[in-house]
């Protein structure tokens, strides 16, 4: 129900946007989240998007390089990724639900994408 794009590799410094489109229209009236996983490490945070895309929240390592959005109209959203560090590299993951008390956790959403592999060079 969720399709996740735009990963690929880019040397540090660069940017990459991430896509997340979701099948059906239902999407407009759900909370929106992007987690990673990086090799060898576990599943984190990264950023969170209310349905009305009037509140966000982000991880700390990523605050003020990263920016959540979405595209209700296209049932689509989005995480621009600005100013990569080696240590962004990760699969990406899109994730969704209706109601979602605490954003961070990754238990709040029961609808994932398939992921996307975001690779950051030297």
């Known amino acids: 129900q969720l399709l996740e794009s735009g990963g690929g590799l880019v040397q540090a410094g660069g940017s990459l946007r991430l896509s997340c489109a979701a099948s059906?229209?239902?999407?407009?009236?759900?909370?929106v989240a992007w987690f990673r996983r990086g090799p060898g490490k576990e599943r984190e945070f990264v950023a969170a998007?209310?349905?009305?895309?009037?509140?966000?929240l982000y991880a700390d390592s990523v605050k003020g390089r990263f920016t959540i959005s979405r595209d209700n109209t296209k049932n689509t959203g989005y995480l621009q990724m600005t100013s990569l560090k080696p240590e962004d590299t990760a699969v990406y993951y899109c994730?969704?639900?209706?109601?979602?008390?605490?954003?961070?956790?990754?238990?709040?959403?029961?609808?994932w994408g398939q992921g996307t592999q975001v690779t950051v060079s030297l």
């Open positions: 994730a969704a639900d209706l109601v979602v008390p605490r954003p961070q956790s990754a238990r709040e959403y029961d609808i």
């Open positions: 998007i209310s349905w009305s895309g009037n509140s966000t």
């Open positions: 059906e229209r239902t999407f407009s009236t759900y909370a």
